[in-house]
């Protein structure tokens, strides 16, 4: 119950509006900072759905593929510059980014990702190294403003990162590829 909690208090920080300000004031720490924790603060709540609605979870996501597909899709949703642009633009957008990140994406990844086998995890993993690579490469060669809400630089400083994320993923696969796990046990 505790990790719930902190899951429910890091969503209610990261919806204060100074801090929602602060995080969506520059490209990078909105993608890369604010939408992660809002998943983590999900995964962290997901234990409280998963005590008090055992045969639901149990019933629908028994060996976690439904769960961790409706995480890709919302997170990747939420990774087309459009759709960024407009939660700064419409308020309305903007709830539906803090409610669908954290109910739609992080409470189905908590009880989803301990179901899923290696392999799908690793494929999960590669999905998001092409994501992150792919938006890297579009935010660093398209030479126009995606985003009406943030300056050229924001969305260069965005393709790095994304480039980065997408290397660090690939990177962590091939260090679980070609090391034995066991024995770090």
């Known amino acids: 119950m505790k990790q719930s909690l902190i899951g429910l208090l890091l969503f209610i920080v990261l919806s204060l509006p100074p801090v929602v300000t602060l995080l969506e004031s520059i490209m990078i720490i909105h993608m890369h900072m604010q939408m992660p924790l809002l998943v983590i603060a999900g995964a962290l709540f997901g234990r ?3 005590i008090h609605f ?6 629908w ?3 976690g593929i439904p769960g961790i597909t409706l995480f890709v899709i919302i ?14 633009t419409y308020p309305s957008v903007e709830v539906f980014k803090f409610m669908s990140l954290f109910l739609l994406a992080g409470v189905p990844l908590y009880d989803s990702w301990k179901r899923l086998n290696v392999t799908l995890k690793n494929s999960v993993f590669i999905l998001f190294t092409i994501l992150f690579l792919s938006m890297g490469w579009l935010y660093l060669n398209v030479t ?12 260069i ?3 790095w990162g994304s ?14 590829t070609f090391t034995d796990p066991s024995q770090y046990e």
């Open 48 to 50: 409280y759905f998963q």
């Open 163 to 176: 480039a980065a994320m997408g290397v660090c993923i690939a990177i962590y696969l091939l260090y679980t």
């Open 54 to 59: 055992p045969h639901f979870w149990e019933k």
């Open 61 to 63: 996501n028994g060996n």
């Open 75 to 88: 997170a990747v949703y939420w990774s087309i510059p459009r759709t960024m642009d407009d939660a700064l």
């Open 157 to 159: 400083t965005l393709g």
């Open 144 to 155: 126009q403003q995606l985003c009406n809400n943030y300056l050229l630089i924001d969305q």
